[in-house]
């Protein structure tokens, strides 16, 4: 067990942001540096994002970096803001059974962070976990959070909207997602991310029914903004990869004019 109290303090700290009505926004990080830079942002907590992580590592998303490069890259964003709470994208805990993603969850805390992520899409395969066992994948992720002593903020992302187009989002699909987050709460989880979801009805549905804080994610033609989200009763707003896609994409002009010698 950790004997540090401060992984105690800062997990505490970052449950307590997620307030309804009253987000904790978290535009999403991919390195050490662009952590120091969200610090000086003045970001409350750091949070990562796999897909922006994966491609700064060149690797696609999907779990197809190695576990071991995303906890040195965790280590090194834990180092670098050691004064806020760190929260990361881990996929879907980096294997199918319960015992991976405890064993994966203990090593994510030692390594920093007292937050995670972890989705019920199934990695390299079709579809989503049933929520039971999906559930228990979550309570290992609980149990590994109780022998390090660290209360982790388990943050249960849940893909049942990216089964679908949003043009065909309906109240099956919210009954669906409030069904697993009742379980994931049961099973120890602290919030619950449903990124996919812009339909304003249905995100004031969800937050309403939901035990769990909810968490969705801006960004794209079709998503709510951070303000609205508030409204409706959202307490975590994320920016997915969308931070690293903008900053990509001013790197390239930059890029560009430079090597045509252009004046800036």
Known sequence: MLLNQKPIEQARALA??????????????????????????????????????????????????PFELALANLERIARAVPDLPVTIDMESGYGPAAGDVREHVRQVI???????NIEDRRIGGEGLYAAGEQSLRIAAAREAAKETGVPVFINARCDVFFQADSTRHGVAHVDEAIR??????????SGF????????GLIEALCQSSPLPVNLMVGGANSASPRQLAELGVARISYGPHPYLQVMSALKEAGRKALRMEES
């Open 193 to 200: 991310f449903a990124p996919g979801l812009s339909d304003p």
């Open 110 to 116: 030692e390594s920093g962070a007292v937050g995670i």
């Open 180 to 189: 697993r987050a009742h379980a994931y709460a049961e099973a120890g989880a």
């Open 16 to 65: 307590k942001l997620h307030v309804p009505g009253e987000p904790l926004v978290l535009f999403n990080v991919w390195d050490a540096g662009s952590a120091l830079a969200l610090r000086e942002a003045g970001s409350q907590a750091i949070a990562t994002g796999s897909w922006s992580v994966a491609a700064a590592h060149g690797y696609d998303d999907g779990e197809n970096l």
